[in-house]
């Protein structure tokens, strides 16, 4: 590392322009701006002082900030307009301490691009400090200078550091340049670093392994390694219900429909516990991956089927493109079974050859067990769907195989219960008579308007 790497030009002083007062929020929002708060409000003797530094950093008193290695510096006023040079010291980091800083840093992928991102990684932090650095100050870490005479901080000092926590929220290379080194040499010193670190080292015979430089590793030696791996550890347990969302700021968003988006949370929590709960089921692994996610118009039905708040179906049916009536004929569908009862009740498709072979000779075997007609006893057959003698139920052969069984009422088609691998079992919900009333447990009938 060459001398003038690190002189005091530029890069080494950064003037901030005066922040607009503060609101009514915190100075610090993220982790490492409240523990740079935590340095200045557990160091200070005097609490008075410290609230009137933050009244003051609130209504814009301070000007400027000057950050540079080892300093702070920025002129503050009095509510009276009287001005005072204000300066706050924090310790430079030594070569060995920047050694083991950026070492640290360039050690995982991680620590770069977390700081790309303008954020400060508690890992970085944590792996300083366990070899023997300290990023962030602690007690006794922020040291106070002004010229009003206060031996202590005073309302001039920690309203500086009140207004350095939101330079620090913004950019944590502020906290590095009062380190010692400014975010480019920083950055530069990282990417050399990390290409050093990335350097295959030559085996015996020159290259990695003993082969020759440049001919890498064989991937026969990469999956034998893997034999040795340790096994993947115990699938959790699944927790006793479904966690609750987290509590709604309602003061900073007041036109939020705090109901309806209470409503999504819980749902989306109950949702998630039983795809966990489906995903520790044995023999998950084998089952068939899904198609695809939910189209909207079915998730809006799912939902609806979980409330009986009369806004939120409403405003899901808008969504969904139903209108009241045919939202809840499709919860009803919902209810007795999920998207495939849904595309049941929704879809008219028409069987091939061979899928229509299938289903007559299921009909037939269910004539020939006294379970009901069978195709040439009076059935009616449009596409995948037969309607029985009297025109009053009928069954409909699903695109996944399964039977489900409708009752009309009231002119319209209505589901009469869970689909069933044959027609017996769907008529068996139907029962003899087609214009009995459903079987008991199923779900209530839809509104009409």
């Not at 002083?13 to 007062?21: D, G, Q, S, V, Y």
């Not at 800083?101 to 991680?110: D, I, K, N």
């Not at 049916?317 to 499709?330: F, I, P, T």
Request: with cysteine.
């Amino acid at each position: 590392m060459t001398a003038d790497r690190h002189n005091h030009g530029d890069d080494h002083e950064k003037i901030f322009p005066a922040l607009p007062a503060a609101s009514g929020r915190g100075f610090a929002q993220t982790w490492w701006g409240r523990t740079w708060l935590s340095a200045l409000e557990d160091s200070a003797l005097d609490g008075e002082q410290l609230r009137h530094g933050r009244r003051y950093a609130r209504s814009g008193a301070v000007g400027a900030v000057s950050v540079r290695p080892g300093r702070l510096t920025a002129v503050v006023r009095d509510p009276d307009g009287t001005a005072h040079r204000t300066d706050v010291l924090v310790q430079s980091f030594t070569e060995s301490e920047w050694d083991l800083v950026l070492g640290t840093a360039a050690g995982r992928a991680g620590h770069i691009a977390a700081l790309l991102d303008r954020e400060m990684p508690p890992e970085l932090v944590e792996d300083a400090a366990a070899a023997g650095v300290d990023l962030l100050p602690g007690i006794g870490g922020l040291e106070p200078s002004c010229d009003c005479g206060e031996w202590d901080h005073c309302p001039h000092t920690a309203a500086l550091c009140y207004q350095v926590a939101r330079l620090l929220d913004r950019d944590p290379f502020v906290l590095l340049l009062m380190r010692g080194r400014a975010e480019r040499e920083v950055l530069a010193e990282l990417e050399e670093r990390s290409a050093a670190e990335a350097e295959p080292t030559a085996g015996p015979g020159g290259g990695p392994g003993g082969g020759p430089v440049g001919e890498g590793v064989s991937a026969a030696a990469v999956f034998a390694a893997g034999d040795g791996l340790p096994p993947l550890p115990a699938l959790p347990e699944l927790p006793s219900a479904p966690g609750q969302p987290p509590p709604l700021d309602t003061e900073s968003e007041p036109d939020l429909d705090v109901d309806a988006v209470e409503f999504l949370g819980q749902s989306a929590a109950g949702e998630a516990y039983r795809l966990l709960a489906e995903a520790l089921a044995p023999g998950h692994a084998d089952r068939p991956l899904p198609a695809g996610p939910p189209s909207v118009a079915e998730d809006a039905v799912r939902l609806a089927a979980e409330t009986s708040d009369v806004r939120v179906r409403a405003r899901l049916a808008r969504v969904s493109g139903r209108d009241r009536a045919a939202l809840e004929l499709a919860v009803r569908a919902w209810r007795f079974g999920g998207a495939a009862a849904l595309a049941v009740l929704e879809e008219d498709w028409a069987p091939d050859r061979p899928a229509l072979a299938r289903a007559s000779a299921a009909l037939a075997a269910a004539e020939a067990d006294g379970a009901g007609p069978g195709e040439g006893a009076g059935l009616r057959r449009v596409r995948a769907r037969w309607t029985l003698p009297g025109g009053e139920a009928q069954l409909r052969l699903g695109q996944e195989g399964r039977w489900w069984p409708y009752r009309k009422e009231a002119g319209r088609w209505l589901p009469a219960g869970p689909g069933g691998p044959d027609p017996e079992t769907a008529l068996a919900v139907l029962g003899p008579d087609p214009a009995a009333e459903p079987t008991t447990g199923q779900a209530p009938e839809p509104e009409h308007p």
